[in-house]
């Protein structure tokens, strides 16, 4: 029983690590696709990190598995794009 319960600390704790690196995979990319369309590094870093602050991984996955944005997150992209380029 203590050897399960050692795997399944183990198993979590590299869960838990692999999913940082994805996560940091995946704010990598969209900052990339941000300003392939046209932003600059710092407002494409500002509208990145506002919109991942407060996801959870699930929520990330949802949207980058989804091919195109919802009513919801194209408003708040638009709104992130805003306060960033307000921004001092």
């Known amino acids: 029983m203590r050897r399960v319960r050692a795997l399944l600390v183990a198993l979590a704790v590299i869960a838990a690590s692999c999913g940082g690196q994805a996560r940091s995979d995946a704010r990598?990319?969209?900052?990339?696709?941000?300003?392939?369309?046209?932003?600059?590094?710092?407002?494409?870093?500002?509208?990145?990190?506002?919109?991942?602050?407060?996801?959870?991984?699930?929520?990330?996955?949802?949207f980058f598995d989804r091919p195109t944005l919802t009513p919801d997150e194209a408003a708040e992209f638009a709104a992130l794009g805003q306060r960033c380029t307000s921004a001092p």
Do not use: I, P
Request: glycine residues 8%; hydrophobic residues 35%; proline residues 0%.
């Open 28 to 62: 990598d990319s969209l900052v990339k696709q941000l300003k392939d369309g046209g932003l600059d590094q710092k407002t494409a870093d500002c509208v990145v990190d506002a919109f991942f602050a407060n996801k959870t991984d699930a929520e990330l996955k949802g």
